[in-house]
C-alpha cells in the first residue's frame, strides 16, 4: 500500500471520531490538531515498516550476493526469496543494499524452466563438463549457453554433458529467484568423481584464456587424479599470442560469424552495404587487465585482415585502452560513420548486454553514443555469441581436439 494511500485512509479514519457524515475534503477541513498529528505519526509509523521490511531483505540478498559458497548458501537464498514474496508491491520498490535492488528478485529475464541446469547424475565413464561464467538473464542463459550445450551433446551423444558457472553470484541469483540450482565448478567435479567417471574433458565457454580460465585450471589441478584422463579444450578465441598482430583460425571463424551475425540482424544484406551506408558496427566485449587484454586488440587486426573496417571491437572495461568507449566513439566519428550498431562480443547476452551496451543510464554505452551527438542513429542487437551456429561449431571442434589428445596418449 502507497503512503498516500495509508495517509488518505488515516485521515479517513481519524475524522471518522468526529463525524459520521460529509466528504473526506470536508472531515479534513474540521480536522483537530491532536488529530492531524496523530494521522501524521501513523503514516511515519507505517512508512518506518514499510523501510524496516525492505532493508530486512535487502540484507539478505546482499549475504548471497557473494563468490563464496557455504553451509548456509541453500537456507539464505531460500530466506531471501521467501521474505522477498512477503513484500507487499510498494516495499519491494524500496529494497537498496550495497548490491541489492528491486530489479534482483523482480525483473523478468524470461522463462527460466527453458533452461536445463544439466546437474544430473548417473553420468557414465565420459564426461564433457561445459564451464561457463553463467548469467542470471533466462532468456540469455537458455539461448547462449544451453545452445552450446545443447550443440556438443548432440556432437557428441557417447559424453554426458554437464554444466558448471564459475560465478558463484549468478549461481546464487538464479537459484533464490527461480529455484534452478547449477553447479560451481568444484561441486561440478566432485559431483563427476563421485559419480565414477572415468574420462573428463572440460569445455570452457570463456572467450580467451584470461583470468577464469587460469582459475578454472587451477580448479582442475585439485581434481584431475581423481579421474584415468583430463583434457581441458581451448576457449573460443584459441591461443592469445604475443601482440596485436597476432591472429589465428579462431579469431578469423568468430569474427566471420559475428560479422554475418550482426548483418542478419540488420536491415542490410552484407557489412559493405553497412559501411556504405554510413554505419558501424561495434562489438562490445568486457575487458580485463589479465595480459590475454590482447586479444581484443588481435580481434581488432583480424577485423582489419578481412576488410572489415566498419567494425570496431570496444570493451566495458576499457582495458585496452583503445577499447574503451571514449576511444571508440572518437575512432568512428574520425572515420566518418554517421550509424551505429552496438552488439555484444561475449558468449551471453546478459547483464553487460541489458545494461552496460543497452541500458537507460547515462553511462551505458548507448546512452553516451547518444550523448556524444556525433551520430544519426544507434541501434542495439542484444544477441550473445552462444546462439550463433558457426559459433557453437568453433565449440564443437575444440572439444574434438580435446577428444583426440585424450585417445592419443591411451
Not at 267 to 295: N, Q, R
Amino acid at each position: 500500500m502507497s503512503k498516500k494511500t495509508l495517509r488518505v485512509l488515516a485521515i479517513a479514519l481519524a475524522m471518522s471520531t468526529v463525524s459520521m457524515m460529509g466528504t473526506a475534503n470536508v472531515l479534513a477541513e474540521e480536522a483537530t490538531e491532536a488529530e492531524t498529528e496523530a494521522v501524521s505519526e501513523a503514516v511515519e509509523e507505517a512508512s518506518d515498516e514499510d523501510q524496516a521490511a525492505a532493508d530486512e531483505v535487502a540484507a539478505l540478498i546482499d549475504a548471497i550476493y557473494v563468490q563464496e559458497r557455504t553451509d548456509d548458501t541453500d537456507e539464505q537464498c531460500a530466506a531471501a526469496k521467501e521474505a522477498w514474496d512477503a513484500l507487499t508491491d510498494e516495499q519491494k520498490e524500496l529494497v537498496e543494499g550495497e548490491n541489492a535492488d528491486p530489479d534482483y528478485f523482480g525483473r523478468d529475464t524470461g522463462d527460466a524452466s527453458l533452461d536445463d541446469a544439466r546437474n544430473q547424475d548417473d553420468i557414465g565413464e565420459n564426461e564433457l563438463l561445459v564451464v561457463s561464467f553463467g548469467t542470471s538473464f533466462n532468456d540469455s542463459r537458455a539461448e547462449d549457453i544451453k545452445g552450446i550445450e545443447d550443440a556438443l551433446a548432440e556432437a557428441y551423444p557417447d559424453w554426458s554433458v554437464r554444466r558448471a558457472f564459475t560465478a558463484q553470484i549468478i549461481i546464487n541469483h538464479v537459484q533464490a529467484r527461480d529455484g534452478e540450482v547449477i553447479d560451481n565448478v568444484e561441486q561440478a567435479l566432485e559431483r563427476a568423481a563421485e559419480n565414477g567417471v572415468k574420462n573428463l574433458v572440460i569445455q570452457p565457454t570463456h572467450l580467451m584464456h584470461g583470468a577464469e580460465y587460469d582459475e578454472l585450471m587451477d580448479a582442475v589441478a585439485e581434481y584431475e587424479d581423481q579421474f584415468e584422463s583430463v583434457a581441458v579444450a581451448e576457449p573460443l578465441l584459441g591461443e592469445v599470442g604475443d601482440d596485436a598482430t597476432v591472429v589465428n583460425e579462431d579469431k578469423a571463424a568468430v569474427a566471420e560469424a559475428v560479422g554475418a551475425a550482426a548483418v542478419e540482424s540488420s536491415e542490410y544484406d552484407s557489412l559493405e552495404a553497412a559501411a556504405e551506408d554510413g554505419t558501424a558496427i561495434v562489438l562490445m566485449g568486457h575487458g580485463t587487465s589479465h595480459t590475454a587484454k590482447v586479444s581484443y586488440s588481435q580481434m581488432q587486426t583480424q577485423m582489419e585482415d578481412l576488410g572489415y573496417e566498419n567494425v570496431f571491437i570496444g570493451t566495458v572495461e576499457g582495458e585496452p585502452e583503445e577499447t574503451a568507449c571514449e576511444e571508440v566513439i572518437a575512432a568512428i566519428s574520425e572515420a566518418g560513420y554517421t550509424k551505429v550498431i552496438l552488439r555484444p562480443l561475449m558468449v551471453v547476452a546478459g547483464d553487460h548486454a541489458n545494461n552496460d551496451m543497452a541500458g537507460e543510464d547515462e553511462d551505458s554505452w548507448l546512452s553516451m553514443f547518444t550523448a556524444s551527438g556525433l551520430f544519426e542513429s544507434i541501434e542495439t542487437q542484444i544477441e550473445g555469441l552462444g546462439r550463433i551456429d558457426a559459433i557453437q561449431e568453433i565449440y564443437v571442434e575444440h572439444t574434438a581436439a580435446a577428444i583426440e589428445s585424450l585417445e592419443a596418449a591411451e
